[in-house]
C-alpha cells in the first residue's frame, strides 16, 4: 500500500464517500483539447480515487457519472461518454474482482443504451459477491426524481395494501436507490463549483461538504488525502452540542 498522509487518521475514515466529478470540458478547454479528450482523461481519476479508497478500507464510494441534464448534452459526446463507460468497466472488471469490489448502479440507468445497459448487469452479476468495497455509480441520476420515484412506489404499495398507517423515514428510505446503503460521511466536488447540483439530495442531510478547485482529471490520491483530512478535522454534532458528545464519548471509553 502506497504511504499514507501522516496527518490522516485511519481510525476516523469516511464509511462512504461521494464525489461529484466535475471540470472535464474545462481542463480539455485549457488544453485546445475536446471535451471528449476531457473526459477520457477523467477516466484515470476515476480508476486512482477507486484504488486509493479501496487501499483505505472505505467501504462505499459513490461516483456522479451521468445526471438526467447531462442527456441534454451534443449527442456525439452523449455517444462518446457511453462508450468510455464500456471501456471502463470491461478494463476494470478483473480489477474489481481481484480487489473485491462490487458494483452498483443507482438512476434510471436501464433508458441509457442497449449494449450499456447489458453490460451495468453483467457486471454487477460478476461481482456480486464482492464486498469489500461497493463502487456505486450514479447514471442517469437526479435526486428530485428518485424521490419522486419512491413517493410513486410507496403510493403504489398503500393501494395494494402493503402500508398501512404512516410512512415513517425508515420506509421512505427504503424505496430510494441507496435503500441499505449508509448516507454518505463526505462529499467531494471538484474544479471550484460550490454546489451540490441534484445529488442525494435527501441523502446528505448531514452530510460533510469539501470544495476543491482541482479539475477532475487533475483529482489523484492526494486530493483525496486532503479532503479526508478536512472531514477528520470537524465535529459531527448531528444536532447535538459538542459537550454532548463528548460525554458520550467518556461513557463509551472513547
Not at 436501464?110 to 447489458?118: A, E, P, Q
Request: a negative charge; glycine letters at 8%; proline letters at 4%.
Amino acid at each position: 500500500m502506497p504511504e499514507i498522509h501522516i496527518d490522516m487518521d485511519m481510525a476516523r475514515l469516511p464509511r462512504h464517500v461521494a464525489v461529484i466529478m466535475d471540470g472535464n470540458g474545462r481542463w480539455a478547454k485549457k488544453r485546445s483539447l475536446s471535451r471528449i479528450e476531457g473526459h477520457r482523461a477523467g477516466v484515470k481519476a476515476v480508476r486512482e480515487t477507486v484504488t486509493a479508497c479501496r487501499e483505505l478500507g472505505i467501504p462505499h464510494l459513490t461516483l456522479f457519472a451521468l445526471s438526467k441534464e447531462n442527456l441534454q448534452r451534443p449527442a456525439p459526446e452523449i455517444s462518446a461518454l457511453m462508450d468510455l463507460l464500456l471501456q471502463y468497466l470491461a478494463e476494470e472488471l478483473p480489477e474489481m474482482l481481484d480487489n473485491g469490489i462490487g458494483l452498483q448502479t443507482i438512476g434510471d440507468w436501464r433508458d441509457l443504451r442497449h449494449d450499456v445497459v447489458g453490460c451495468i448487469i453483467e457486471t454487477e452479476k460478476k461481482t456480486a459477491h464482492c464486498r469489500d468495497m461497493i463502487l456505486h455509480l450514479a447514471l442517469n441520476y437526479g435526486s428530485r426524481a428518485e424521490i419522486v420515484t419512491a413517493v410513486n412506489r410507496l403510493l403504489e404499495e398503500a393501494r395494494a395494501g402493503k402500508i398501512l398507517g404512516d410512512v415513517s423515514e425508515e420506509i421512505f428510505t427504503n424505496r430510494l436507490f441507496t435503500a441499505g446503503v449508509p448516507d454518505p460521511d463526505l462529499l467531494i466536488r471538484t474544479s471550484g463549483e460550490m454546489r451540490i447540483s441534484n445529488f442525494l439530495l435527501y441523502q446528505m442531510a448531514y452530510t460533510e461538504l469539501y470544495f476543491t478547485p482541482t479539475l477532475w482529471p487533475d483529482f489523484r490520491r492526494e486530493q483525496l488525502y486532503e479532503a479526508i483530512i478536512s472531514y477528520q478535522q470537524r465535529e459531527r454534532r448531528f444536532g447535538k452540542t459538542g459537550e454532548q458528545l463528548r460525554e458520550e464519548g467518556g461513557r463509551n471509553g472513547q
